[in-house]
């Protein structure tokens, strides 16, 4: 059998122990505004936080044709009863309206 050396060793486990293996920090954030947790709790599982908040600026209707088609084609977890304050907060937020 091959020996290791002892140095080669102490270098793979000391650079196993350095705290260098963070994930990288999550930079963006929904814009807070009441809302915001609806899409956090309904849109991420699937997409990423850029995925969603660099979309161009829909209209609410625009919107309202996505999310229908996230919950009816895609299953997306939204509650019925929220999609209106879903829909009020991406529309306010990253909508037409906003430049
Ligand atoms: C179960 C997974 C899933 C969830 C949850 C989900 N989506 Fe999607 N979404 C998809 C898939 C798959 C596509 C690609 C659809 C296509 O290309 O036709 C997509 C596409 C989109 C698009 C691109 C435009 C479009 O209509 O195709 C937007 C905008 C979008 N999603 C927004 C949302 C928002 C907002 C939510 C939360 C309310 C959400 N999605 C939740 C799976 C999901």
Do not use: N
């Not at 849109?43 to 229908?68: F, G, N």
Request: proline content about 7%; charged content about 20%; aromatic content about 10%.
């Amino acid at each position: 059998m091959k020996r290791i050396p002892i140095a080669f060793l102490a270098c793979i486990t000391s650079s196993f122990a350095a705290d260098e293996w963070k994930l990288p920090e999550e930079k963006i954030a929904f814009k807070s505004a009441p809302g915001a947790d609806l899409v956090q709790a309904s849109c991420i599982m699937c997409h990423s936080h850029e995925y969603i908040t660099t979309q161009p600026p829909l209209t609410r209707d625009q919107w309202k044709a996505s999310v229908t088609k996230m919950l009816q084609k895609y299953g997306a977890p939204i509650v019925p009863e929220k999609v209106d304050a879903l829909l009020d907060y991406l529309a306010q937020s990253y909508g037409k309206a906003v430049k």
